[in-house]
Each structure stands twice: as C-alpha cells, then as structure tokens.
C-alpha cells in the first residue's frame, strides 16, 4: 500500500497583510502618544504634590500664629461679612484702605467692585513666592494667595432668613455675630510648568485678581492646588 504525502502550505493574503499592518500602526501611533505625554502627567502630579506642600505648610505657619495676629500678618484686606452695624453693607474689617477686589464683590457702599486691583496694591502680606518652581536663575515660575475671612458669612444683598438658612448648612459652623473668633482661610496656588503652561488662575502670578483671570467668575482667583480651612480663638 502505498502512503501518499500531502503537505499544505498556506500564506497570509495581501488584504490580511493590510490589516495587520493597519493595527500596528494604530497601536504604534498609540503608544508612541503615551510615551509621549507621561513625562508631562509626571511632571503635572509632582507640581502639583510641590504646591500642595508649599501652601500647606503656609496654612500650618497660620495655625501656629497667635490669633489676634493673623489678620494683621497675613491679610491684604479682611472683610468682616456680619452686618454689625445693620447698614445693610458688609462690614470692612482690616486696612479699609485697599480696595475689595480680592475678598468679595460688594464693597462698603453695597456696590459691585472692579475685577482689577490698581498697581499700587500690595499684596506682599497676602501672597508669597512658590520656592519650588524658582528657576536657578532666580525666575519667579509660582505663586500663592490667601483669602483671609471671617466667619460665618453674610451676605447683604439677602434676606436675614436666606443668610440664616446658609449659615444652617450641613457642614457650617455656626458662630456668634459679633464676638467672632472664627476665621475661613483660602490658599491658592499658581504654577508655570516646563512647557509653559499656567495652572491656576493668576496668570501673571502678580498676587490679585485681574480683569482677564477669573475664567469661572467666582470673583476669585482659582486653582486645581487650593486648601481651604478655618481657624479659631484657641
């Protein structure tokens, strides 16, 4: 008997060659973007770990300053938002020479302020450099500003009811109106990346709100790297 021997030989076809080839692109394509953009994730999660650490430790130098000395040490304007006096207007606590650009937007007459501060303010008490984003030629690539309040918040342009329902909140603290030892502290952080991105909204990372920067126009500088706490009478 004889065994007959069939060997069959198959190859890939042109379309399926075209096929394979298109995956690889893709995947190459794809790869080649990750590998690309995780040195900037890198270096976005370890900016923003620097800043955190930076306005953190600014919040514990806070903490361990003498409360009767806070507003003076670290605000560049205070507003008292308790009505006291019954004006209607928000009370101006602390150097009512500046102007309530950065705090609040009503001032002491019940009107909207300017969104820009004039070059003259000083915001050396309220705001202070980012070392770690310092260049070694001294180029200043960070910045931070406190918001410095008092606690609870009033607002004039509401009814005693709605302030009532506000300062009833879950999660508020609720204080006396008058003999307040409670103060909200805001920090927030600016950053320059490598690549020339500005995280955070003090564009010009000049330590107050300008006309150009509030991008969600909550009359305030923001930022991803933010702390927000309270400190009290202790």
Same mark, same amino acid.
């Given at each position: 008997m004889e065994?007959?021997?069939?060997?069959?030989?198959?190859a890939?076809?042109?379309i399926?060659?075209?096929?394979v080839?298109g995956i690889?692109?893709?995947?190459?394509?794809?790869?080649?973007?990750?590998f690309?953009?995780?040195?900037?994730l890198s270096? @976005? $999660?370890?900016? @923003?770990?620097?800043?955190?650490?930076e306005?953190?430790s600014?919040?514990e130098?806070m903490? @361990?300053?003498?409360?009767?000395?806070?507003i003076s040490?670290?605000?560049c304007?205070?507003?008292?938002?308790i009505d006291n006096?019954m004006?209607g207007a928000?009370?101006?606590?602390?150097n009512?020479?500046?102007?309530s650009?950065?705090?609040c937007s009503?001032?002491?007459d019940n009107s909207?302020?300017s969104?820009a501060?004039?070059?003259s303010?000083?915001t050396?008490?309220?705001?202070?450099?980012?070392? $770690?984003?310092?260049t070694?030629?001294g180029?200043?690539r960070?910045?931070?500003v406190?918001?410095?309040s008092k606690?609870?918040?009033f607002d004039a342009t509401?009814?005693?009811?709605?302030?009532?329902?506000?300062?009833?909140g879950?999660g508020?603290?609720?204080?006396?109106?008058?003999?307040?030892?409670?103060?909200d502290?805001?920090?927030v952080?600016?950053?320059?990346?490598?690549y020339g991105?500005t995280?955070?909204?003090?564009?010009n990372l000049n330590g107050?709100?300008?006309?150009?920067?509030?991008s969600?126009?909550?009359?305030?500088?923001s930022?991803?790297?933010?702390?927000?706490?309270?400190?009290?009478?202790?």
């Open positions: 065994i007959k021997s069939i060997n069959s030989k198959k890939f076809t042109l399926e060659l075209l096929i080839v690889l692109a893709v995947v190459i394509t794809g790869m080649m973007q990750i690309t953009y995780m040195p900037r270096e @976005s $999660a370890s900016n @923003s770990t620097k800043a955190m650490n306005i953190n600014k919040l130098e903490y @361990s300053t003498s409360f009767k000395n806070i040490t670290y605000a304007e205070c507003f008292d938002y006096d004006d928000i009370d101006y606590d602390h009512p020479s500046h102007p650009d950065m705090q009503q001032m002491l909207e302020s969104d501060a004039p070059a303010f000083d050396s008490p309220c705001s202070f450099e980012l070392e $770690a984003f310092t070694p030629a180029e200043k960070g910045w931070a406190i918001y410095l606690s609870p918040y509401k009814t005693d009811e709605e302030n009532d329902n506000y300062k009833d879950d508020f603290i609720n204080d006396d109106d008058v003999n307040n030892d409670l103060l502290v805001t920090i952080a600016t950053w320059i990346d490598s991105r995280i955070g909204e003090d564009i107050y709100l300008d006309n150009s920067e509030d969600d126009g909550d009359g305030r500088l930022s991803t790297a933010t702390i927000t706490a309270k400190i009290s009478r202790r």
